[in-house]
């Protein structure tokens, strides 16, 4: 079997690496490991590594934390080549193909600790419990309703499969008249979920607020939406509808867990976080989950993804729009991407 010292050494020269993938899927869990570090001491350090080590180094995450077996040898891989970025990757596959017992090994990398904990939850699985000092401790230990069974990627030695974003609508038609209005829009959280697509991608996004001198009926949501001044939706007409705060959620994790068309995916457990931090500035609400999703729970949902030439429509829209329980207010947040 080829030393793992040599592979890394000639890894950027290869025009083909499944070469290599068949070396690595032949040895053991020790030599896989082994190659692994060979790889990050030779291109880790690179501010935009060769994609044969880019290549390779994922096959190598992925034979030590798809395969079942004994999880030291990825604990001795991680240890030395873990990142802040990579720990939310590297978290997913672990959950995935593990239980929360045998993910104790990781209990020393604080990052990758993190994320595990929230992978686990949104698998539904007993996590330990925090002491509240990093970000995600913000994030309840069990998924609340509003969550429902989040949609979760598949992973496998060769590849992952997944959903995209959808929603459930009602169809409507507004005939209402609007309000009188004025935009309230300061810097929020609203786009929370989707500036990955902006940063990562083509994406367009749209994250705004409005207040209301009477009662935002729900048949003048669509008035409201074409006559505030929105990029996303210049007229009213079909495209537009209610849905749920559930939906809304769901939207907006998918969006934000698995990212645009050219990546920036957050994983699990940052999607979780984006999700609620969205949802929350949708609704209203910023202090902790229970008072967001109970807002939320009172808001009037509106689904627009799709309205106007202004989405791709393509694969990646978000047309996500919440009247408060007084409706005085309106918040709308759009995103499209393409590839």
């Not at 020790?30 to 190659?35: N, S, Y």
């Not at 686990?120 to 309703?145: A, E, F, I, K, N």
């Not at 979760?152 to 974003?165: F, T």
């Amino acid at each position: 079997m080829d030393d793992p010292e040599t592979i890394a050494a000639g890894i950027a020269r290869l025009d083909d690496v499944t070469g290599v993938w068949a070396v690595a899927d032949q040895g053991d869990a020790d030599f896989v490991a082994d190659l692994g570090l060979a790889l990050w001491h030779v291109h880790g350090s690179d501010p935009s590594p060769p994609w044969q080590y880019r290549s390779v180094f994922d096959r190598v995450l992925r034979l030590l934390t798809l395969t079942p077996g004994p999880i030291d040898p990825a604990v001795r891989l991680l240890s030395v080549t873990i990142d802040r970025r990579q720990a939310r990757y590297v978290a997913s596959l672990l959950a995935s193909a593990h239980s929360a017992a045998s993910l104790q090994a990781f209990d020393d990398m604080p990052e990758l600790w993190a994320c595990l904990r929230q992978e686990l939850v949104l698998r539904g699985q007993p996590v330990w419990p925090v002491d509240g000092s990093h970000p995600l401790d913000w994030l309840p230990s069990t998924l609340r309703p509003i969550e429902g069974q989040p949609r979760l990627p598949r992973y496998g030695i060769n590849g992952m499969s997944g959903a995209l974003p959808s929603a459930s609508v009602r169809p409507m038609a507004g005939t209402a008249a609007l309000p009188g209005w004025h935009e309230t829009t300061t810097g929020s959280r609203i786009d929370a979920a989707v500036r990955n697509w902006a940063e990562h991608s083509n994406g367009r996004i749209e994250a705004r607020t409005f207040a209301f001198d009477d009662d935002l009926t729900a048949e003048a949501v669509g008035a409201a939406l074409a006559g505030v001044g929105l990029k996303s939706v210049r007229e009213t007409g079909s495209g537009w509808g209610l849905t749920s705060a559930a939906d809304a959620w769901t939207q907006l994790f998918m969006a934000a867990s698995a990212g645009g068309a050219y990546g920036g995916a957050q994983f699990g457990a940052y999607g979780r976080l984006l999700a609620w931090q969205s949802l929350g500035a949708l609704a209203g609400a910023d202090d902790d989950v229970t008072s967001i999703e109970a807002l939320a729970g009172g808001c009037e949902w509106f689904w627009f993804a799709g309205a106007s030439d202004w989405f791709e429509q393509v694969a990646w829209d978000i047309g996500l729009a919440a009247v408060s329980p007084g409706r005085r207010r309106l918040a709308v947040l759009a995103a499209t991407d393409t590839d």
